[in-house]
């Protein structure tokens, strides 16, 4: 008899599961779908039709709608016919530098003494955010309706003059003055900080989002960090710039972008507020002229949002997660 050979069975494919990572990634795209959707089919045919405005005159006769390419005819009357639009646009230069040291400051500080386990720490916080609340736009303009409709004025009771105001501010910027000149402080720095006491009410209210990122950062470091550092006899002042500063550095550099970009898109912004003067007046092509005036501001933005962050990422600390 002769034995019947078996043919081999083939092996069984397994089924590859996808690792964690790939997972994660595959959720992440799910949720930034709609977003990608919105992006491509709405919002890109509104900055290309953005960008043909600042390029082209439109001109409708019978319905019939044409373009006439000008070049950068448009830009040239926004920068030189305008000269509110330039001198505006270096004077926000201006504020930027001063008021983004003075927030990134204040907010770190304001973020460090409310970390600190304390009584009501949670109602501070509140109190800290509340000026981010009441001055979004649909509050904003409910307190103005308010306040105009009881013949008010958004001085919030306060019945100082703005004569009286600006004297108080005078005493206090001297004061400030002869207090760190005798102490050998330079001008400069001087005229700086009286500055930003000056306009302490607008820095507080402008900080809201950046106490709340350093908060979130700070409660981010491990508390067996500070206390290898008690152990090792460090002071406050040093645990603050050894260990603090470095972790809450990425922090930072996303705290000046956020508020560079706050500054140059709030409503009081004076750039912003004669784009949109612009584009609602009556003179010819001015439509036009006000779309090439905004090209021209998210092109300074953009720039210097590329030149914090290049700086800012040098000294950057990021922590090794392996």
């Not at 981010?220 to 470095?246: H, L, M, N, R, V």
Request: aromatic share 12%; net charge neutral.
């Amino acid at each position: 008899m002769t034995k019947e050979v078996m043919a081999p069975e083939a092996p069984v494919k397994k089924k590859k599961i996808a690792s964690l990572d790939k997972r994660k990634a595959r959720a992440g795209w799910l949720f930034v779908l709609p977003f990608v959707i919105g992006l491509v089919f709405i919002y890109l045919p509104i900055l290309w039709e953005a960008i043909s405005f600042s390029f082209f005159n439109y001109t409708t006769d019978n319905g019939i709608t044409t373009k006439e390419f000008v070049g950068f005819k448009h830009y040239s009357t926004a920068l030189f016919g305008d000269a509110d639009f330039a001198q505006s646009l270096l004077v926000g230069l201006k504020e930027m530098a001063f008021n983004i040291p003075a927030i990134l400051i204040f907010s770190l500080f304001v973020a460090v003494i409310l970390n600190q386990k304390m009584i009501g720490r949670a109602a501070f916080r509140a109190i800290f955010f509340l000026p981010v609340i009441v001055s979004t736009g649909i509050m904003e303009s409910i307190m103005a309706t308010s306040y105009g409709a009881s013949g008010n004025g958004m001085d919030l009771g306060m019945e100082e003059s703005a004569t009286d105001k600006l004297a108080s501010t005078m005493a206090l910027e001297g004061l400030l003055a002869k207090i760190f000149s005798s102490l050998g402080v330079g001008t400069g720095l001087v005229t700086y900080i009286s500055s930003a006491v000056s306009s302490i009410s607008g820095i507080i209210n402008r900080s809201g989002v950046q106490i709340l990122i350093f908060l979130a950062s700070l409660q981010s470091i491990s508390p067996a960090i500070y206390e290898s550092c008690q152990i090792d006899g460090a002071t406050s002042w040093e645990t603050f710039w050894k260990i603090t500063f470095p972790m809450v550095s990425p922090m930072i550099l996303v705290n000046a972008i956020y508020t560079i970009i706050d500054s140059f898109t709030t409503d009081t912004n004076t750039v912003m507020g004669i784009i949109n003067s612009t584009y609602v007046s009556t003179v010819e092509h001015s439509q036009h002229i006000s779309a090439a005036m905004g090209w021209m501001y998210f092109l300074v933005v953009l720039v210097i949002v590329g030149i914090v962050a290049g700086i800012f990422s040098a000294y950057v600390f990021y922590q090794r997660r392996d």
